[in-house]
């Protein structure tokens, strides 16, 4: 596996040609990931760029969108929250196991102080926290938003509100900010930029999508950077990127899973018998965000897929059947 420097930008590139892909296909894809709105597109095997583009203009101005450009993670930013709190648990600084209340404090909902002390922090990882989901504002994190609806552990939805909370949790728990904790766990030792910005009630990573790339490439050696252990709980990392709960099997420690028997999609509490992208190798993990944030990750193939980009469709935040139809065209190169 290769490793670009954490002390330059040098990443050193293979050809498709080399990898006996088809090159010819990939104009198509060029012109279908255009079409959908993509700002950046970048494929990592072994480690080194294979593909690597850019389209449209910078957000904040309209100088060309380039490798240099930062661009929101939105709620693929959560696979990063994932492995931090697995390193504040190896440091020894909480336990997933834990209840939530020993690190936000009794009353961060308006539940019984039974039931709030029945929420852990596992139950934050895997949306299972059974806090009510019919509320107005699913990002809203006062405790007047957060109130009683399961029994943790028995039902799954996609509250951003839990998930947000775990900001809160990990600074508590470390007593650092967010991004100083980050930075010093992970940026630092892999040479990634970017860093976590404040909007709501939630805080959004942004970075470049070279910076994306390699915080893939660190999950995909499963949390070593060259001959760095950033994550050393073997346990833990197996866990994050596995089935976490038997209600949405498609779903780990934040990241989402190819390949399971049934799917709840975000939004929903029914479980419908597909995988997460059928046209993608089943071994597929990924982080997923609004308008088509996606950081898709194959260990059967040493790969790493990185789409940054304005919503391709404006009639679903998370847009999975986009994300299925660019796997076809990935699968006319690929394979």
Same mark, same amino acid.
């Given at each position: 596996?290769?490793?670009?420097?954490? %002390?330059?930008?040098?990443?050193?590139?293979?050809?498709? %040609?080399?990898?006996?892909?088809?090159?010819?296909?990939?104009?198509?894809?060029?012109e279908f990931l255009e079409l959908n709105n993509t700002r950046a597109f970048v494929v990592l095997k072994?480690?080194?760029?294979?593909?690597?583009?850019?389209?449209?203009?910078?957000?904040?101005?309209?100088?060309?969108?380039?490798?240099?450009?930062?661009?929101?993670?939105?709620?693929?930013?959560?696979?990063?929250?994932?492995?931090?709190?697995?390193?504040?648990?190896?440091?020894?600084?909480?336990?997933?196991?834990?209840?939530?209340?020993?690190?936000?404090?009794?009353?961060?909902?308006?539940?019984?102080?039974?039931?709030?002390?029945?929420?852990?922090?596992?139950?934050?990882?895997?949306?299972?926290?059974?806090?009510?989901?019919?509320?107005?504002?699913?990002?809203?994190?006062?405790? %007047?938003?957060?109130?009683?609806?399961?029994?943790?552990?028995?039902?799954?939805?996609?509250?951003?509100?839990t998930y947000s909370l775990l900001k809160d949790v990990i600074e508590n728990a470390t007593e650092t900010?967010?991004?100083?904790?980050?930075?010093?766990?992970?940026?630092?030792?892999?040479?990634?930029?970017?860093?976590?910005?404040?909007?709501?009630?939630?805080?959004?990573?942004?970075?470049?999508?070279?910076?994306?790339?390699?915080?893939?490439?660190?999950?995909?050696?499963?949390?070593?950077?060259?001959?760095?252990?950033?994550?050393? %709980?073997?346990?833990?990392?197996?866990?994050?990127?596995?089935?976490?709960?038997?209600?949405?099997?498609?779903?780990?420690?934040?990241?989402?899973?190819?390949?399971?028997?049934?799917?709840?999609?975000?939004?929903?509490?029914?479980?419908?018998?597909?995988?997460?992208?059928?046209?993608?190798?089943?071994?597929?993990?990924?982080?997923?965000?609004?308008?088509?944030?996606?950081?898709?990750?194959?260990?059967?193939?040493?790969?790493?897929?990185?789409?940054?980009?304005?919503?391709?469709?404006?009639?679903?935040?998370?847009?999975?059947n986009f994300h299925n139809e660019m796997w076809s065209y990935l699968n006319d190169i690929l394979f």
């Open positions: 596996m290769y490793f670009p420097s954490i %002390d330059s930008d040098q990443w050193e590139t293979i050809s498709p %040609d080399e990898l006996n892909w088809d090159s010819g296909e990939i104009e198509n894809l060029y072994d480690g080194k760029i294979v593909i690597e583009n850019y389209w449209g203009n910078n957000i904040l101005n309209t100088a060309p969108f380039d490798r240099n450009s930062s661009w929101y993670w939105a709620s693929a930013g959560k696979t990063l929250t994932a492995l931090m709190v697995g390193i504040a648990q190896e440091d020894g600084l909480l336990s997933i196991e834990d209840s939530s209340a020993i690190y936000l404090g009794n009353g961060w909902t308006n539940l019984t102080a039974e039931q709030e002390g029945l929420i852990k922090i596992k139950h934050q990882l895997t949306m299972t926290t059974g806090l009510d989901y019919q509320v107005v504002n699913l990002n809203c994190t006062d405790p %007047d938003c957060l109130s009683y609806k399961n029994t943790p552990g028995t039902n799954w939805f996609y509250h951003n509100a900010s967010y991004n100083e904790f980050t930075n010093q766990k992970v940026k630092i030792k892999i040479g990634m930029g970017g860093s976590w910005i404040q909007l709501n009630n939630s805080d959004i990573y942004y970075s470049t999508a070279r910076d994306m790339a390699r915080f893939g490439l660190l999950i995909l050696n499963e949390g070593v950077w060259d001959e760095d252990v950033i994550l050393n %709980d073997t346990n833990y990392f197996s866990n994050m990127v596995n089935t976490s709960q038997e209600i949405n099997k498609s779903y780990g420690y934040l990241w989402w899973l190819n390949g399971k028997e049934s799917l709840i999609p975000p939004g929903t509490t029914i479980p419908i018998q597909a995988s997460l992208a059928s046209n993608a190798p089943e071994d597929l993990i990924a982080g997923m965000g609004k308008n088509g944030q996606y950081l898709d990750i194959i260990p059967s193939q040493n790969l790493v897929i990185i789409r940054m980009g304005e919503a391709p469709d404006s009639d679903n935040l998370v847009p999975i």
